[in-house]
C-alpha cells in the first residue's frame, strides 16, 4: 500500500483495527479524501473517528465505513476498474437509517452536491432521498414515516 499521511499515525495499529472488524463492512475508494470527508461530515452528519491522507474510519449511528484513498490500492486490482468510471459502485445504495433525509437533502443542496432524487414518502414505509457524493457512490438516508 502506498501512503501519502504525513498526519500522526493512529493510536490504533492495523492489526489491531483488523481484528476488531467483524460482520459486514464497507470500504469506498475515494480520489479526493478530503472532499469524500467533508460530504460525510457536512451531510451525512457522520463522526470522522480517524482520517489521514490515506484512510479514514467513519461513524453514524449504528454504522460505520472506511475510506481509502486510490494511492493505497495501487497493487489491488480494484483499483484498475474503478479509475476513470464516472459513478464509482454503481447499482449500491448506502443506506443510513435514521438520518432526517429532508434536512439531509438541504444540507446537500447548500453544498452544490448532486441530489439524485428529493427526500420522498416511499409505499415500504420510509421517507428517503438519493444524494451522489464526489466519488458518484449514492447515499440514501432515511427515516420510517
Known amino acids: 500500500m502506498a501512503t501519502k499521511s504525513t498526519k500522526e499515525a493512529w493510536s490504533v495499529s492495523p492489526e489491531e483495527y483488523g481484528r476488531s472488524l467483524n460482520g459486514f463492512g ?6 479526493d479524501m478530503e472532499a469524500s470527508l467533508a460530504f460525510a461530515q457536512d451531510v451525512l452528519q457522520a463522526e470522522t473517528v480517524y482520517w489521514n491522507e490515506d484512510f479514514a474510519v467513519l ?10 484513498a486510490d494511492h493505497t490500492y495501487e497493487d489491488n486490482p480494484l483499483l484498475g476498474f474503478v479509475q476513470g468510471q464516472e459513478g464509482r459502485g454503481a447499482g449500491v445504495e448506502l443506506r443510513l437509517y435514521d438520518l432526517d433525509p429532508d434536512a439531509t437533502e438541504a444540507r446537500a443542496r447548500t453544498r ?5 432524487s428529493g427526500a420522498q414518502d416511499k409505499p ?3 421517507r428517503e432521498c438519493y444524494l451522489l457524493d464526489p466519488d458518484g457512490y449514492c447515499w ?3 427515516r420510517p414515516l
Request: glycine residues 14%; positive net charge; charged residues 15%.
Open 112 to 116: 452544490g452536491d448532486h441530489v439524485l
Open 140 to 142: 440514501v438516508p432515511s
Open 124 to 126: 415500504h414505509g420510509l
Open 59 to 68: 461513524r453514524r449511528g449504528g454504522a460505520s465505513w472506511m475510506l481509502h
Open 26 to 31: 464497507v470500504n469506498l475508494l475515494v480520489r
